[in-house]
């Protein structure tokens, strides 16, 4: 909506609707194809980046964040919580929004919603990584944790490494009937589990989604067996975590910003110098990836700034020449710059 023709400085607006819209216009699996390739694109030029770790602000309940970064010609930043109590109060556990901003003037260029945008970037990203690290030709998936995130990592998995199979376990037997449900129709076998070792049984991937607040043994050292790939996405703040340690000990472990996921991380419970590798160089090539069939590989992600970044730029692209935004009257830009006042008494007159 523009709220006032009078100001130049319209700034566009990407609203959960308009989002949605985008998805549908797009395709779901295309852009998540298409978010991997931004994102991957973004991996390679790593260093061209200012990188900070999140501004977090923790609470009994849950966490809110801050995630900027900056290419030196585009700024960005995402607001986003994490709160696991959410759900039982009919709430999210994760809920986002981020900005796209011109270096050269600093005016933001993109507001837009990051809920569902958080839901396909991880998901991408997921992907993305495991087509580095995931055993040749894995096809089947555990999918441990069947919230919010659990469809959208699923069908990165499909579309980006070729998932034909997807094994699903919740510890509320609700939310993996609610993921079978969505997942039905979309051309994968979905089978729902009644335990985390059942969900196991012939994945060569395995995705741990969940959310508590606490340091949670979803994984225990035995029911991991050589040559599979783990995607961890649920660890991702101080005191809350996924795997045992025997799981981290047993690994390669690869991360997105060392910096940021030994606050965060699984690895939070390991030394502070436990080697890890840096995902920007397994892409690059300058560090080695997945070295033998038998190596568990063990993607520890917590979500970095970047990743937010290249999802922004993704629909800033991407809404172009469409009609899925709306422009906001969000900067203050009389004609003559010094006369802010100026503006102002004219608005009481009008
Ligand atoms: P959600 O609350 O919608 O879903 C979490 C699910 O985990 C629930 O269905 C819950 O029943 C289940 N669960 C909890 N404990 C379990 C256990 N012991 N075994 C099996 N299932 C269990 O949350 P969401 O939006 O899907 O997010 C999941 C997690 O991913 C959160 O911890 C969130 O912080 C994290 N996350 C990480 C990233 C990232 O970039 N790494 C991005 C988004 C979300």
Redesign the pocket.
Known sequence: MTLSPSHKALVPFVSVDNMMKLVHHIGIEPMLRGLADYIEADFRRWELFDKTPRIASHSEEGVIELMPTSDGEVYGFKY?N?H?K??REGL???TAFGLLANVGNGYPVLLSEMTVL??L??AA??AMVAKYLAPKGADTMAM???????EFQTLAMKAICGLKSVRL????SA?TAKAARNLRGLGLEVVSCTS?EESMEGAQIIT?????KQY???LTDNMVGAGVHIN??????PG?T?LAPGVLHRSTIFVEYPEQTRIEGEIQQLDHDHPVTEMWQVINGTAKGRTRANEITLFD????AI?DFSALRYVRDHIAGTDLFLELDLLADPDDPRDLFGMLQRAAKA
Do not use: L, M
């Open positions: 986003v994490g696991p959410n759900t999210q556990t994760v958080t839901a970037r991880t990203t997921s441990i944790g069947n919230g919010a995130q659990s376990y919740d510890i509320d939310a985390p741990t989604c969940t959310a508590d949670a043994t979803i961890a996405i649920g660890g991702d703040c809350k996924e992600s917590v979500g970095f990743e």
